[in-house]
């Protein structure tokens, strides 16, 4: 053990004259690992409300979109078959996109209505995951039973909203019908609801509905085309980078839009809004670094007859400002220390237990989702240090200055 660091222990020790500094020693230790403690809980639970908000939107929508400007694809079979080719690609899928009512009994609402191949769809979409009641193979059977209306899923709060289940008949109108002598008349399409799915988000659960392909094609009168072309790639992160190269091999005409590109408003402002929450909590340990500070200066000031007979028995001004430096370090590293384990226990619990609910009409998942990232810890946990380390500075460099003449002349 060196000297500095013999006397650091020595002085971290020994009873204080003044108990008052020992206590502000505790406190500086407390300050620093309840804020190291509060930014680590909050930017788990940001990374893991990002997280969980991601998996959902990408459950239900695909990585990239690929649509035709200003109309319906009509040769969408080979052009599935180009992009499917593509390296990155996993697999792709066609859709339908429509906005209708749809009605049962005497409640109606609007929703969006989506046709799908069920059997490329499952691939694409996490959609089989979400049911709760039927399957998605169920929209089209493989023998389908003549005179029966065509099948539709829809969502959990939708079911709910329109009082049906499994089995029951609902209608889907379209307001842009036939132009008749009595104006027109909307399209009317009787569907039987043969599964509900639950995605975990109230948007989506209540204004969202799967038919077939071949059933959307009928009621939008589109005959063999669709509205868009949807792909699931390996890695979803590259999305803007192969939605560039699917647009270069497609040709002009076609726009390729990926997740990250469509929800770009949205995981922006969760990215400055967890930004935010560093700086403010980073507020905490800054105000234990000033706690550091006070409690340095004052030890300084009680050691001064100490620290002018170390000078004088040869210490140099280098060695007295390290002894304070590591003392100032040792509390700021205690405290780091404890407001880790203390932030990781405390995330273990809430991820492990979940017991804060969430209202699902207002937030897109139902429990508190906790996501602990060893970047984020690595972060908070030198940032914590750092602080710390410059708060021991200044009565560091007041120690070494200290003439031992003057300190010792009484």
Not at 358 to 368: I, R
Not at 393 to 398: D, H, V
């Amino acid at each position: 053990m060196s000297f500095e660091s013999f006397v650091c222990f020595r002085y971290l020790k020994a009873k204080r004259k003044q108990g008052f500094i020992s206590l502000i020693t505790f406190i500086s230790i407390a300050g620093v690992a309840v804020g190291v403690m509060a930014l680590i809980v909050v930017l788990a639970v940001m990374a893991g409300f990002t997280s969980e908000l991601r998996n959902k939107i990408l459950g239900v929508n695909s990585d990239i979109v690929v649509q035709k400007l200003g109309g319906v694809i009509n040769d969408y079979p080979a052009l599935m078959q180009d992009i499917a080719k593509m390296d990155g690609v996993v697999s792709v899928t066609p859709y339908i996109y429509a906005q209708t009512m749809i009605t049962a009994g005497d409640s109606g609402t609007g929703i969006v209505v989506r046709g799908i191949d069920p059997s490329s769809a499952a691939k694409v979409l996490s959609l089989s995951g979400q049911m709760i009641n039927g399957q998605l193979e169920d929209i089209d059977p493989p023998d389908p039973v003549p005179g029966n209306p065509p099948g539709i899923i829809i969502g959990k709060q939708l079911a709910r909203q329109l009082r049906v289940g499994v089995g029951h008949r609902v209608r889907l109108l379209s307001p842009s019908g036939p132009l008749t002598p009595m104006g027109v008349i909307p399209k009317i399409k009787t569907c039987e609801v043969v599964g509900i799915f639950d995605t975990g988000m109230y948007e989506y659960d209540s204004s969202l509905a799967y038919i077939s392909i071949a059933a959307a094609q009928q009621f939008m009168r589109i005959d063999d085309a669709v509205h868009g072309i949807e792909m699931k790639l390996e890695d979803i992160y590259q999305a803007h980078i192969i939605a560039g190269q699917v647009e270069k091999k497609i040709g002009p005409g076609y726009v390729a839009k990926d997740w990250m590109r469509m929800n770009q408003n949205l995981f922006s402002a969760l990215k400055l809004e967890k930004t935010a929450m560093f700086i403010i909590l980073a507020l905490i340990v800054l105000v234990a670094a000033f706690n550091i500070i006070s409690t340095l200066i004052m030890v300084v000031m009680e050691k001064t007859k100490d620290i002018a007979i170390l000078k004088s028995m040869g210490a140099k001004s280098a060695s007295i400002m390290r002894i304070f430096i590591y003392e100032g370090l040792i509390i700021g590293c205690v405290g780091t220390l404890l407001g880790v384990a203390g932030g990781l226990g405390l995330c273990e619990i809430l991820s492990r237990y979940q017991f804060i609910k969430l209202p699902s009409d207002v937030y897109p998942m139902s429990t508190l989702p906790v996501l602990v990232l060893p970047l984020d810890v690595t972060i908070i946990a030198v940032s914590a240090v750092v602080i710390t380390f410059l708060a021991t500075l200044y009565p560091s460099w007041q120690a070494s200055h200290i003439e031992p003449a003057e300190a010792l002349r009484y």
